[in-house]
């Protein structure tokens, strides 16, 4: 028999994996994912998509090495290999046109410009939060997305939480009557304009000081930024800490009014210096402000993060443990209708339905829009904090009424280059 006859009589044997049978994802129909800026809440979320059987992960970029080399670690023990690359540069992570999917855990300064550029590269983002520190990062990340047709989840995974879908339900279905106000916890409120004392740069492979400032104003090097510090210094953060906890508190109050289109107009800052309230065209009152709302429902039993929705025939609270706290109480037995919960850091949720976007094209729950409107609202409500008085906003022409100074703080310069 000749050699050819020889090789064309010999089975070929295919793995089952390949296929896709015994319930694995052939590698044809996974979604490669890198991922940009990866620290402590970046790894947990990482964590829930590395366990998705249709993802991939292939690649981090982070501006420093320890934090690229716990990612790969972390990475290669979970697939059993070698094979996560690093890099220093995003421009080259981008740059693969394997990569269909990109998560983005940097500092706030990041967010909006590390998601543009992937847009631009055609990638899909999962960006975490706040996704822009300034009113202008945050219309100019909805306007790339929707212009370059990109799936975009911004990570603020209480929507995807059975007991915040619960609660939103019982306020978009009527059941609590008219809803006429609506509280957002938020952060104690603060700013600073200070640096830190200058410290010797580390070598750039360590830590690419100029990379990680990026858009930021210039200042020295000191560690304590690198390693978390950078909260509350106003070149790196969002709106004097609001965005925090607001950009997924207030989110939660704008989807149970169905408000996702809109924001409140106007914003007024109580004499307490940490209560702002908001009112909607519709009169809707939205109390921005630290900590639990009511005697029932109590710091301690809600969690972190909790919301609360009142109307004319009832109100419900909750919070990131789980808790639900409702009036009438008959209303509880309709939970059984939602997942039980899930404690409300966890994106697990959030993360797959992202994935399933990915797949399908379709708008996922917290795509651009919803992120828009939601942050700016939480900027609206923290320039009336900064400013120390009442402001009036048009979600529309996205300006302040005859308010020059105001208007001034809807966007920032960034340093070149690093800008679109």
């Given at each position: ?56 992960f ?24 070698n ?50 520190i ?62 830190l ?21 210039w ?57 702002i ?49 409702v009036?009438?109480?008959s ?15 966890n ?48 979600p ?17 310069a ?7």
């Amino acid at each position: 028999m000749a050699k050819s006859a020889l090789a064309l009589a010999v089975p070929t044997i295919i793995p089952s994996h390949v296929l896709g049978r015994n319930g694995s994802v052939p590698p044809s129909e996974k979604i490669v994912l890198g991922a940009v800026g990866i620290g402590p809440r970046g790894r947990y979320v990482l964590s829930a998509m590395l366990n998705e059987p249709d993802v991939k992960f292939v690649a981090i970029c982070d501006v420093q090495a320890d934090r690229r080399q716990q990612v790969k670690d972390m990475a290669d023990k979970h697939y059993d290999n070698n094979d996560c690359v690093m890099y220093r540069d995003m421009f080259e992570l981008l740059d693969r046109k394997d990569i269909d999917a990109v998560l983005i855990a940097t500092g706030d300064r990041w967010h909006a410009l590390a998601s543009i550029l992937a847009a631009k590269a055609g990638k899909d983002v999962y960006s975490e939060k706040p996704c822009g520190i300034t009113m202008g990062d945050c219309i100019d990340l909805a306007d790339t997305m929707n212009r370059y047709g990109r799936v975009f989840q911004a990570g603020t995974q209480r929507r995807s939480i059975g007991n915040f879908q619960f609660a939103v339900d019982l306020a978009r279905s009527g059941k609590l009557g008219k809803i006429h106000t609506v509280h957002a916890s938020i952060y104690r409120l603060r700013v600073s304009y200070d640096w830190l004392a200058a410290q010797p740069e580390p070598a750039v492979d360590v830590c690419d000081w100029n990379r990680w400032l990026g858009p930021a104003p210039w200042r020295p090097y000191n560690q304590a930024y690198v390693r978390g510090g950078w909260r509350g210094y106003y070149d790196f953060d969002s709106g004097a800490t609001l965005l925090d906890w607001g950009a997924h508190t207030v989110d939660l109050c704008q989807w149970a009014l169905d408000a996702d289109g809109t924001t409140p107009l106007t914003y007024e800052v109580d004499p307490d210096g940490n209560t702002i309230y908001a009112q909607y065209a519709n009169g809707v009152k939205l109390v921005m402000r630290q900590g639990g709302f009511s005697n029932e429902g109590s710091w301690l039993d809600l969690g972190t993060c909790p919301v609360r929705f009142e109307g004319d025939e009832g109100w419900v609270e909750t919070g990131d443990s789980g808790h639900v706290v409702v009036y009438p109480e008959s209303l509880q037995k309709e939970r059984n209708l939602f997942a039980k919960s899930i404690q409300g850091t966890n994106p697990a949720g959030h993360t797959r339905n992202f994935f399933d976007c990915v797949k399908s094209r379709a708008n996922p729950n917290c795509g651009p829009e919803q992120m828009r409107y939601t942050h700016l609202a939480c900027h609206a409500a923290a320039i009336a904090w900064q400013l120390g008085r009442k402001v009036t906003f048009d979600p529309v022409k996205v300006e302040f009424a005859g308010d020059d100074e105001a208007n001034r703080m809807r966007s920032r310069a960034k340093r070149a280059p690093w800008h679109i």
